[in-house]
């Protein structure tokens, strides 16, 4: 559900309904170039947040059903017309990813959860307005699965966001555990690294375990796609507390055994 690099998580599998494929993979390609304009090559930050701003542009197009000058958003306004998609969630991606640019620390886990729903939260929001489920309950519970998948993404990819000069654990936590930045540069998991690695783990199963009901909420192959993502983030997590947090010699990755104990547990869960 949320977009970064998850190689951890399905996009538009062969769970989906086959109607349903098409307009997820439009989604998903809009997001993912928007975060590679935010991420990746050598611009710099004027150009990264103009570049962002053009894509606000062909948003605002197709509000106005003025016609998109881009192939890209051609096809998303097809998708956003035929399946009656709100508009305001691609801004809010827009804003996640003009916020990564320009903001490289956060605080305390308010702003973190703060950023979540706008890099995250969207894209279930998105997904439920396919599948034509979009009352207050199944929103609430996606938004939980959704900034914990995104958490979970931030506790595996500590080296990883560290290398583009991020930060997304709060600031105030590391510091009451004596963590300092220049540890997390050295890749050291001594001292209190552990105990505040655990409690962040603990924080993101509660958060998802709060959204779990919507897998059996969503029926047919959906709701099984959905369990299989849920699955996914739990046995993350459960490898992220196997190694204590040390994901500098440990980062959780799923390997083919794990895939089909999620399916299993995903189809006795329905």
């Known amino acids: 559900m949320a977009i970064d690099h998850y190689e951890n998580f399905p996009v538009a599998s062969i769970l989906l309904p086959r109607r349903l494929r098409r307009a997820t993979a439009v989604i998903y390609r809009f997001a993912r170039s928007a975060d590679d304009i935010a991420d990746e090559g050598d611009a710099g930050t004027g150009e990264r947040l103009a570049a962002l701003d053009a894509y606000r542009a062909e ?5 106005r059903h003025a016609p998109p000058q881009t192939p890209l958003f ?6 956003i017309e035929r399946y009656r998609l709100p508009v305001q969630p691609f801004y809010d991606l827009l804003d996640a990813f003009s916020q990564d640019v320009v903001k490289t620390r956060y605080a305390n886990f308010g702003e973190v959860m703060d950023y979540c729903k706008k890099s995250a939260n969207p894209v279930g929001r998105l997904m439920l307005a ?4 979009t009352d207050a309950r199944s929103v609430a519970y996606s938004d939980a699965i959704c900034s914990a998948l995104q958490i979970i993404n931030f506790l595996q990819d500590v080296a990883i966001d560290y290398d583009k000069n991020r930060i997304y654990l709060p600031q105030d936590e590391l510091a009451k555990q004596h963590i300092s930045e220049a540890q997390i540069a050295a890749h050291d998991s001594s001292g ?3 105990p505040f690695m655990l409690g ?3 924080r993101a199963r509660k958060l998802l375990q709060a959204g779990a009901p919507l897998g059996k909420v969503l029926k047919g192959r959906i709701g099984l796609e959905l369990r299989m993502i849920i699955m996914g983030g739990a046995t993350v997590l459960e490898k992220l507390h196997r190694s204590k947090g040390d994901i ?3 980062r959780p990755v799923l390997a083919p055994r794990d895939w089909l104990k999620m399916l299993y547990r995903a189809l006795r869960a329905k």
């Open 74 to 79: 051609r096809e998303l306004s097809i998708v």
């Open 200 to 202: 962040q783990i603990e």
């Open 248 to 250: 500098y010699t440990h």
């Open 130 to 133: 396919l599948y034509g489920e």
């Open 59 to 63: 948003l605002s197009r197709i509000e």
């Open 192 to 194: 209190m690294w552990s």
